[in-house]
Nanobody, 116 residues
């Protein structure tokens, strides 16, 4: 069974940091890209960061310089390091993978709350 499992979400104060992890299991095929999306209450899901198979990364403008996406191919894991968090970063964060076998694989989501 193919699945992505996220971890690392939680409650953090403004200015704090969190690191999200996403582990892939099963035969997912060859990866085109792996990304992190987020969805805040009442808002559509949006792309936060993506890393392509060749290592190129792209970020939502509002997280540039604060978030870093990275990939560990040996462990089939992708991470999102989030620094200088603000209340506007509060959302459920979802891991996504696009592969040769699956156009979209989604994780179950991990909630991030930034509040004092």
């Amino acid at each position: 069974q193919v699945q992505l499992v996220e971890s690392g979400g939680g409650l953090v104060q403004p200015g704090g940091s969190l690191r999200l992890s996403c582990a892939a299991s099963g035969s997912i095929g060859w990866l085109y890209s792996t990304g992190w999306y987020r969805q805040a209450p009442g808002k559509p899901r949006e792309l936060v960061a993506v890393i392509m198979s060749g290592g190129t990364t792209n970020y939502k403008d509002s997280v540039k310089g604060r978030f870093t996406i990275s990939r560990d191919n040996a462990k089939n894991t992708v991470r999102l390091q989030m620094n200088s968090l603000t209340p506007e970063d509060t959302a459920v964060y979802y891991c996504n993978a696009k592969t040769t076998l699956y156009p979209n694989i989604w994780g179950q989501g991990t909630p991030v709350t930034v509040s004092s």
